[in-house]
């Protein structure tokens, strides 16, 4: 998904929970700042493939699949907060229904999937989704400010 569904699904979630302070900063922490290993894989993918949009390269590391959890988990109970879990969560289920390459257990399993929907093209994917979180975060906004 991109980080636009992602930042709509976090922010109906930080909305929805009537987030404030840590929670909210640990909320769009782990429901987008985990892309932040994209800019650290940019120079990788243009020395590998240039400036060519290569559909397959794989962009993701550890800190983006459910291996994740064996820190987030941990961390969580550090600030006292089920919140990293839960927005991590949806990070990925996200993630997960789109067609690229990913690697649950990387770097203890080689193992690959491409997640699930993936008879459904992405792009019908992607735009379904946008327009339920952008629905529902205008709904929510509307009904918190309005009613």
Do not use: C
């Amino acid at each position: 998904m991109t980080i636009v569904t992602h930042f709509l699904a976090t922010t109906l979630g930080v909305q929805a929970m009537g987030l404030e302070g840590q929670d909210r900063v640990l909320a769009y922490a782990f429901g987008m700042g985990v892309d932040v290993d994209h800019a650290v894989k940019a120079p990788f993918y243009l020395r590998a493939v240039g400036l060519k949009n290569k559909r397959d390269y794989y962009w993701r590391s550890s800190l983006q699949e459910p291996v994740a959890l064996l820190w987030i988990i941990p961390l969580s109970f550090f600030f006292g907060s089920f919140v990293p879990v839960l927005f991590f969560a949806i990070h990925v289920a996200m993630d997960y229904s789109v067609y690229f390459e990913k690697m649950p257990f990387y770097p203890y399993s080689p193992y690959v999937t491409r997640g699930w929907l993936v008879q459904v093209p992405d792009r019908v994917k992607e735009g379904i989704l946008f327009t339920l979180l952008l629905a529902s975060n205008l709904g929510l906004y509307w009904v918190r400010h309005h009613v």
